[in-house]
């Protein structure tokens, strides 16, 4: 079965950092985009960051440019999102996808929260 | 970015009734190239992580209930329920993947009336 497991989340203070990884299993993981969807409290979903099979294209949503790293293992298949410089509009809930165009598999995602 | 606005914001249909979501896309999400609509649908239960129901606007995905179906075409879209089951309590979004970057609908919160 397909299957990917997000960790990393908690309580950090605005401005610190934080860095969530997934791994993935079921799947040829170097086969894949790989995304990062969040959902704030309540709210709706937000596509985060996307990578490429080899890791050689990444996209990000503007409010995390400059804040936010999307890399990837191939030979470990795992997914990590390095993010700096958090505010408290980052709060969510981030999940891991497999992505083509559509995203068909999902963690149960890793609560982030940012307050002081 | 397209933008996707869904309708209605909530909707409470009776067990056994259909139900009907809207999904309008500012821009249309058909492309000339291959005549697909860039278009899916998730169910996302309470605790749980979304799940796609339907892609290219009209195609179920795996181990979905026939009950479930898509349509429309260009920017305006459809999902239906043709009998409500108490376990199709649950948000609906409405997804976009033609242009990057992919955008959502702000969800349609589905009840039992």
């Known amino acids: 079965d397909v299957q990917v497991v997000e960790s990393g989340g908690g309580l950090v203070q605005p401005g610190g950092s934080l860095t969530l990884s997934c791994v993935a299993s079921g799947f040829t993981f170097s086969s894949y985009w790989m995304t990062w969807v969040r959902q704030a409290p309540g709210k709706g979903l937000e596509w985060v960051a996307n990578?490429?099979?080899?890791?050689?294209?990444?996209y990000y949503v503007n409010s995390v440019k400059g804040r936010f790293t999307i890399s990837r293992d191939n030979a470990k298949n795992s997914l990590s999102l390095q993010m700096n410089s958090l505010r408290g509009e980052d709060t969510a809930v981030y999940y891991c996808?497999?992505?083509?165009?559509?995203?068909?598999?999902w963690g149960q995602g890793t609560l982030v929260t940012v307050s002081s | 970015d397209i933008v996707m606005t869904q309708s209605p914001d909530s909707l409470a249909v009776s067990l056994g009734e259909g139900a009907t979501i809207n999904c309008k896309s500012s821009?249309?999400?058909?492309?000339?190239?291959?005549?697909?609509?860039?278009l899916a649908w998730y169910q996302q239960k309470p605790g749980q992580p979304p799940k796609v129901l339907i892609y290219w606007a009209s195609t179920r995905g795996s181990g979905v209930p026939d009950r479930f179906s898509g349509s429309g075409s260009g920017t305006d879209f459809t999902l239906s329920i043709s009998s409500l089951q108490p376990e199709d309590v649950a948000v609906y979004y409405c997804?976009?993947?033609?242009?990057?970057?992919?955008?959502f609908g702000q969800g349609t919160r589905l009840e039992i009336k």
């Open positions: 990578i490429k099979q080899d890791g050689s294209e990444k």
């Open positions: 996808t497999r992505n083509f165009g559509v995203f068909d598999s």
């Open positions: 821009q249309s999400v058909l492309s000339s190239s291959d005549n697909r609509n860039y």
């Open positions: 997804q976009q993947y033609y242009n990057a970057p992919v955008t």
